[in-house]
């Protein structure tokens, strides 16, 4: 149980951390000053909405009442809203969607996700069409068939390509980090496109 309780006091102060110092990182950035008249219409955040699909595995205890230990496949799908920079180097997102994870013995259980995260673009000479961003989500997700619930992070890295000024797609490879009453991980990859608002 102090375990337990451990391990959510360090969950919650992570995220706080990096809530509060990772708008610094890109404060300087946000300051400068435009250089052309097209930059300086732009507004001081944009919002975009988005889906995305997922898979991958984990390694660690199944989500059946067993609670037996194994590799189990992950997929799913959901929808995002968010926030960006006018620069698009911080941006802030919400998430909701359907996760199912398939046991060894095939039966499929079915959870929905609710999460929210940052992402920072870390290679910012790269030019527009193409980026890259480090990210980082933390969510809480119910298992609709087992009638339980447990909380998870996910932390990695994104490229995305906008192939239109309002289109972007985006590819993210993550590590995904759950905990209900012991801990599992596993890679974790989304896909998917954003349309500007």
């Not at 609670?67 to 909701?96: H, K, N, P, V």
């Amino acid at each position: 149980m102090a375990s337990a309780a451990v391990r959510s006091a360090t969950f919650s102060a992570v995220f706080l951390i990096l809530v509060l110092l990772v708008p610094g990182l890109v404060l300087a950035d946000e300051s400068a000053p435009e250089q052309n008249a097209t930059q300086a219409s732009r507004p001081a955040v944009n919002g975009t909405v988005g889906a995305f699909g997922l898979v991958g595995l984990h390694l660690g205890e199944a989500l059946t009442a067993s609670g037996a230990e194994g590799r189990w496949f992950d997929f799913g799908g959901g929808a995002e809203i968010g926030l960006a920079s006018s620069t698009g180097r911080l941006a802030g997102r919400i998430r909701a969607g359907y996760y199912g994870v398939v046991d060894i013995d095939g039966a499929i259980r079915h959870n929905g996700v609710f999460s929210a995260g940052l992402s920072v673009q870390v290679l910012k000479d790269i030019q527009r069409p193409f980026g890259v961003y480090a990210l980082v989500d933390m969510g809480v997700s119910p298992l609709v068939t087992e009638l339980r619930v447990y909380v998870f992070a996910d932390v990695g890295a994104g490229v995305r390509y906008r192939p239109a000024e309002r289109v972007e797609l985006f590819a993210e490879a993550t590590a995904f980090l759950r905990f209900e009453k012991t801990m599992s991980a596993g890679p974790l990859f989304f896909f998917g496109a954003r349309f500007r608002l």
